[in-house]
């Protein structure tokens, strides 16, 4: 217990330290929330877009879908201060610099996790996921009581997890195709926006691979039936998300320790 409380601690102060490094230029701390908040009101402009034309999704009306966002959109934003570390993977294979981390005392999946904070997108991200699910309550009447809200915090929290382990899963690719860009891991990080909408929406295919390959669903949909009080708060669905970010955990330690046989170095 007394070592991983060391590690976490020291993973802790990494943190922020990158953190701290953003603040030192206010004007860019301010201008990068600000840019990170626009990019993030576009969804919310298409979500209204998309609401002016129709009442409802397969059932969901505005503030519903809106609260699938902010489902998304808050693990999204803890998982970019906490742990963007895996989106620097392919600049330090492609350069060698990658070498660096495999010398060090520390364990390299810890060193790459810790890597960077995107605070600026992270923290913009997080905001407008609470204050979604803020907006969402009020116009829905939801009520929460300590069994709901503790639900909520445990989804978010698996949600994190889910949201690190696929974003590592994507970015370790890397270690297959060793070139300074690839579309892969975008591509699968995109498959978010597919999770912000209701699943009813869309064919069985992609209902299953959004449950069950890239679990996106597992951290809103799913979630989101039960404390939108469209499914029963039971047994399955508190261990549902828990279990899936379990699996999607395993599954991105073994291709990143796959990859890791992989690895050679650039030379340089």
């Known amino acids: 217990m007394g070592a991983t409380r060391r590690w976490v601690s020291l993973y802790g102060r990494l943190i922020y330290l ?13 201008i990068g929330i600000l840019g990170s908040c626009l990019k993030q009101a576009t969804g919310l402009i298409f979500l209204g877009a998309v609401f002016a034309h129709i009442p409802a999704i397969s059932g969901w009306n505005r503030w519903q879908v809106a609260f699938l966002f902010a489902m998304i959109l808050i693990p999204q934003g803890v998982a970019d201060i906490a742990a963007a570390g895996p989106w620097t ?7 060698g610099t990658f070498d660096r981390i495999l010398l060090s005392p520390a364990p390299p ?19 407008l996921g609470i204050v979604l699910i803020v907006a969402s309550s009020v116009h829905l ?32 690719y890397v270690f297959w195709e060793p070139t300074p860009t690839s579309a892969v891991p975008f591509f699968v990080n995109n498959l978010a926006e597919i999770a912000k909408f209701p699943m009813d929406a869309y064919g069985r295919v992609a209902q299953l691979a959004m449950t069950y390959v890239v679990p996106f669903a597992a951290v809103s949909y799913y979630p989101g039936r039960v404390l939108l009080q469209k499914s029963p708060l039971d047994v399955g669905a508190i261990v549902f998300t828990p279990l899936a970010a379990l699996g999607a ?16 170095s650039a030379g340089h």
Not at 89 to 95: D, E, K, W
Request: charged share 10%; aromatic share 14%.
């Open 89 to 95: 993977l392919r600049t330090l294979v492609s350069q």
């Open 141 to 172: 009447h939801l009520v929460w009581n300590a069994a709901r809200m503790a639900y909520l915090a445990s989804t978010l929290l698996c949600g994190v997890l889910m949201v690190l382990a696929i974003n590592l899963a994507a970015n370790s």
């Open 109 to 127: 999946l810890f060193m790459v996790l810790a890597k960077i904070s995107n605070f600026h997108q992270g923290a913009a991200t997080s905001l």
């Open 18 to 30: 990158h953190m701290r490094s953003q603040f030192e230029f206010p004007w860019d701390f301010w």
């Open 249 to 264: 955990g395993l599954a991105a330690y073994t291709i990143w320790s796959l990859g890791l046989r992989r690895y050679q």
